[in-house]
């Protein structure tokens, strides 16, 4: 299984949504984990992981810099809220 994320810097995702991190979770539920794959299974859930924390602690942080910039609110409730952090769950289930 080789589904890291290829970005060069989290700029990139700062305004993905559900279906670009579909993909990565989809490929995780997809392997059948076993002792030879528990692994690479685990380091490709940490660096998805990794990414989607990441976009979250941004976005926060963003709408707490600059409390009148609605976009940052935008993307932190519909974006995140009302998206990713929905559909990751369910993903999980």
């Not at 559900?18 to 685990?42: G, K, R």
């Not at 380091?43 to 963003?62: I, M, P, Q």
């Not at 932190?76 to 809220?81: E, F, H, K, M, Q």
Request: charged share 25%; net charge negative.
């Amino acid at each position: 299984m080789d589904k890291t994320i290829g970005i060069s810097t989290i700029d990139e995702v700062l305004d993905w949504n559900w279906e670009q991190f579909e993909p990565y979770y989809t490929a995780l539920i997809e392997v059948e984990i076993s002792e030879a794959t528990l692994p690479d299974w685990l380091k490709s859930w940490t660096a998805v992981s990794d990414v989607r924390d990441e976009l979250y602690n941004r976005l926060y942080v963003a709408t707490t810099v600059n409390t009148i910039d609605k976009n940052h609110r935008k993307g932190l409730t519909v974006i995140w809220s009302r998206s990713i952090h929905w559909q990751w769950r369910q993903s999980k289930s």
